[in-house]
Nanobody, 114 residues
Framework: QVQLVESGGGLVQAGGSLRLSCAAS????????MAWYRQAPGKQRELVAI???????NYADSVKGRFTISRDNAKNSLDLQMNSLKPEDTAVYYC????????WGQGTQVTVSS
């Protein structure tokens, strides 16, 4: 079973930055399609960003231009660079593998204060 562990969350002021990491068991090169999701209290879990095995990326409109998803091959991890953070970005952030599918982890909390 593919296991992913998120880290890097914390408390930051609006306009600040955070970098999230998702550590993978096994080789990240075997994962065909990975993504970051987030879920705020009272809201559905939403897709934030996707990266394909070919390096192609796509982003939710709400984060486009502010967030960047990438693979860190040296660390065998999936990263999410978050800049110009807004209070509405406050949520628990999760990483996910599509093929093979990964179970949901505990995520990492991101809190943005005004």
């Amino acid at each position: 079973q593919v296991q992913l562990v998120e880290s890097g969350g914390g408390l930051v002021q609006a306009g600040g930055s955070l970098r999230l990491s998702c550590a993978a068991s096994g080789s990240i090169f075997t994962l065909n399609g990975m993504a970051w999701y987030r879920q705020a209290p009272g809201k559905q879990r939403e897709l934030v960003a996707i990266i394909g095995s070919d390096g192609s990326t796509n982003y939710a409109d709400s984060v486009k231009g502010r967030f960047t998803i990438s693979r860190d091959n040296a660390k065998n991890s999936l990263d999410l660079q978050m800049n110009s953070l807004k209070p509405e970005d406050t949520a628990v952030y999760y990483c996910k593998s599509f093929r093979p599918p990964s179970p949901w982890g505990q995520g990492t909390q991101v809190t943005v204060s005004s």
